[in-house]
């Protein structure tokens, strides 16, 4: 391991100012904070810290998301398994995700690091590690069959106008992996939405058996003439199944047990807040319920708690919301802020046919408003705090 | 009592070295330095030069803008040097120390002198510097009436001196520095007592103050978070704050009228050997220190005062004015592989859950002054408030100073910190940035700006 060390030290001059590569300079750093620690020391201010830093913060984010993914992998498999009534077995099913999956990574990953390379190298700042998460939420969010050179333009678009414009992670208004979706979503409606784009290799229509449909339970949902939650029995979406995953939608969105694993991690390592989950929740089953009190339509009579296990909901809360640059920062913010989430995606579920769902655009419209609720929530905060002080009299 | 306040916030960083409650020895320096840096918004201007001989209590050098402020020796010998740094100014005023120490007599103070007369006294003495005014932590002015004066009985920073140990002995001088301060104020003088030792401590015999006790964890003793807790600075106000410590070498003054600077200073840290208290003059050498630190493993870093708030000094530097404490840890200038990834650091300390220290609450560790990280953006911004038993947004104040937008720095509280009361949070940042050298600017800025 020394001899690693005792490398990188002795090539480490090249890369700095005037030296050969001084270009590189941020390439370099990043490369080698990765494998070390860094050994500055304190020179201001405190003179001890804290051992976390944000590389630990978002490898703990990276791994919520692991359960999400294997299981995404898995299901890819067998969605494409059922669609051409195959009789694969479970590590043909893996493998065959993983083909399918590991492309969307690789573009996913050198557009984005390589933007983030390029941008820091131009500022002479250090990589930020923002993207490590962006990069990983990215294919988890997007259909399986999303052709690469769109997903392409879509990390780029979402990197360098989400992001790098506004001086990089830690300054961006809208969560970038969410930003990225939006774009495929309005650029490339084909590809986003409809019954074909959620299995594997369903588009393309070859040697799929009769009657195999494709559709999420969303859709049906949106279109069912009769009882939702019959019809979705009828075509095999039992609320175990939409909670246990086994059924077509984006890579990692569709298993809610890999997905409360992942909120377990993140409440625990204190990086997601709970909050902004729970208010989520409560946000999207207030909507659902008033839905129930109106009726009238078959959607509208669907019990609420349907709404929390089908389609990107779950995800969107606990991975997205919950991102603590782009969500509200005041404590109270952040119960408004989840609240307006949930209803907002259940508004849109429910009032809006030509949105299947709503995640996607709650989030990003109350990133945007964020800074907004926050700032009411700290004035509010400040004038009842001088209130009081004045009435102390003192 | 109604006057009982539980702070739920806040951290103790669990670093080793906590000093033995014992005096292991009196140092007699060679040499002592009166470091002008010590105080803020002070421009010197020297009343003395190399070769001079003075006494304790003989006057080094005042403030350019206040020219009653005076600054004094605290002991007898020879100015030896005047060190200056970048751009002339003014580091240090060394004095070669004479083996006994002969003091400036001052005429005691009367019982019923007047306000002008007890301020006169405290500056002709070199006392005025002890008092600190809140907003901004600076030396107040001489015809300012605070409107309160807030003392605080403990120090709760990491390894901080134990103040009931340390001064009791001091009682009387307290007391009798309580009695001239109360003269000054057209307020109260708050003692603020540790819940944790409420009953025992010596400070709770004090006559004619009123009591708070304060229960939690660090910051819970610094004066700026008692005083947001007992009564705020508001716009406008002055209150101020005075060290127990210098409070009783005040105290002493007013009685004896002799300066008698010198005070009992906990030797702490992971690499103090015999972590205890030695007796000292203000301003001494700590090369008489250099068999207590521990150099067996890498070179230390030697700090005047405690791990959040301390000056770096050299290990023949020279103690703070402020500070009653010494603390000797690693530096930490070494590389570790993939840290950041490893499951555990059995090592390392860390507030978030991220790692799993907060399984060993009752551990120990041996810390080092490496940053653990690289500057970054703000990304986590809930972290800060969990360690900041105040009622504000410590990440908005501290983007107002970045953006020097003086409202809203007056908006997000600039009047009740200075920066060691936002020193935790600078240590929990995971961005690793320098909270405290910007509220510094910030405050700077509001001194230039507001005077």
Known sequence: MNGLRNYIDKIKPNFEKGGKFGFLHSTFDAFESFLYVPNTVTAKGSHVRDCVDLKRIMIIVVLALVPSLLFGIWNVGYQHNLAIGGDWGFWRMVGYGILQVLPLYLVSYIVGLGIEFISAQIRGHEVNEGYLVSGMIIPLIVPIDVPLWMLALAVAFAVILGKEVFGGTGMNIWNPALLCRAFLFFSYPSKMSGDTVWVAGLGKGEGIVDGFSGATPLSYATGAQTNVADTLNSVGYSLWDMFAGWIPGSVGETSKIAILIGAVILIWAGIASWKVMLSSVAGALFVGFLGNLIGGTPYLELPAYYHLVMGGFAFGTVFMATDPVTSAQTEAGKWIYGFLIGALTVTVRLFNPGYAEGMMLAILLMNTFAPLIDHYVIDFSISRRNKRIKSLNY | ???????????????????????????????????????????????????????????????????????????????????????????????????????????????????????????????????????????????????????????????????????????????????VLSKLTSGKIHVSLNADEEAATPFRNLKGVVFHTFKGMHPAGNAGVQIHHIAPVRKGETVWTVDMHLLAVLGNFVKTGICKMEKTVAVTGPRALNASYVRMPFGSCVSGLSEMFDKSNGHIRVISGNVLTGEKIAEDGFLGFFDNQITALEEGDKYEMLGWAKVVRPKKFSFSHSYFSWMCPKKRYDMDTNINGGVRAFVVSDVYSKVLPMDLYPVYLIKACLAQDIDKMEKFGIYEVIEEDLALCEYVCPSKIEIQEILSGGINLMLKEMA
């Open chain 2, 1 to 179: 009592m109604s006057n009982y306040i539980h702070l739920r916030k806040g951290l103790d960083i669990p670093i080793e070295g906590k000093a033995e409650a014992r005096i292991s020895k009196t140092i007699v320096p060679d040499i002592v330095a009166v470091k002008p840096t010590d105080f803020r918004g002070v421009t010197p201007k020297l009343l003395v030069k190399e070769g001079d001989t003075v006494k304790a209590g003989t006057a080094l050098f005042k403030d350019k803008l206040r020219p009653e402020i005076l600054f004094v020796s605290p002991c007898s010998g020879t100015v030896e040097a005047i060190v200056r740094g970048e751009k002339r100014k003014l580091l240090e005023i060394r004095v070669k120390a004479d083996k006994e120490t002969e003091y400036e007599k001052f005429p005691v103070l009367e019982a019923n002198a007047s306000r002008e007369q007890i301020v006169d006294h405290l500056l002709k003495g070199g006392m005025w510097p002890v008092l600190k005014q809140r907003p901004y932590g600076t030396i107040p002015n001489i015809n300012d009436v605070p409107r309160d004066i807030f003392i605080s009985a403990f120090n709760s920073a990491p390894l901080a001196a134990d103040l009931s140990f340390v001064l009791k002995d001091e009682i009387d001088n307290i007391q009798a520095g309580i009695d």
